[in-house]
């Protein structure tokens, strides 16, 4: 099943995980799983912040995938904009 949520569209994602057949937590670790797998040939992801997705997904299994277009989805965001926490390089290596 992990391989299938991997190319699902948002909204059914957000279908499964409102339905129960899916959990937040399942999803940081599958796409967190799939980086492991293949960052080290793509180098697609210069930071990751897996602890703080799967601390985010148990606090939003607790509360309403409503609450936001994303509550419960993982998602990547481009090395360009600033994340309070997150060291931002714009994929320099200087």
């Given at each position: ?47 990751t ?44 290596k200087?």
């Amino acid at each position: 099943m992990t391989d299938n949520i991997a190319f699902q569209d948002v909204r059914s994602l957000k279908s499964m995980l409102r339905g129960g057949q899916i959990t937040p937590s399942e999803l940081v670790d599958t796409f967190a799983e799939r980086i492991g797998q293949h960052n080290g040939l793509s180098k697609a992801f210069i930071t990751t912040t897996i602890d703080a997705a799967r601390a985010q997904a148990a606090n939003v299994s607790r509360g309403d995938f409503d609450r936001s277009a994303f509550a419960g989805i993982p998602y990547a965001s481009k090395d360009l904009f600033d994340v309070q926490g997150v060291l931002t390089t714009a994929g320099s290596k200087v």
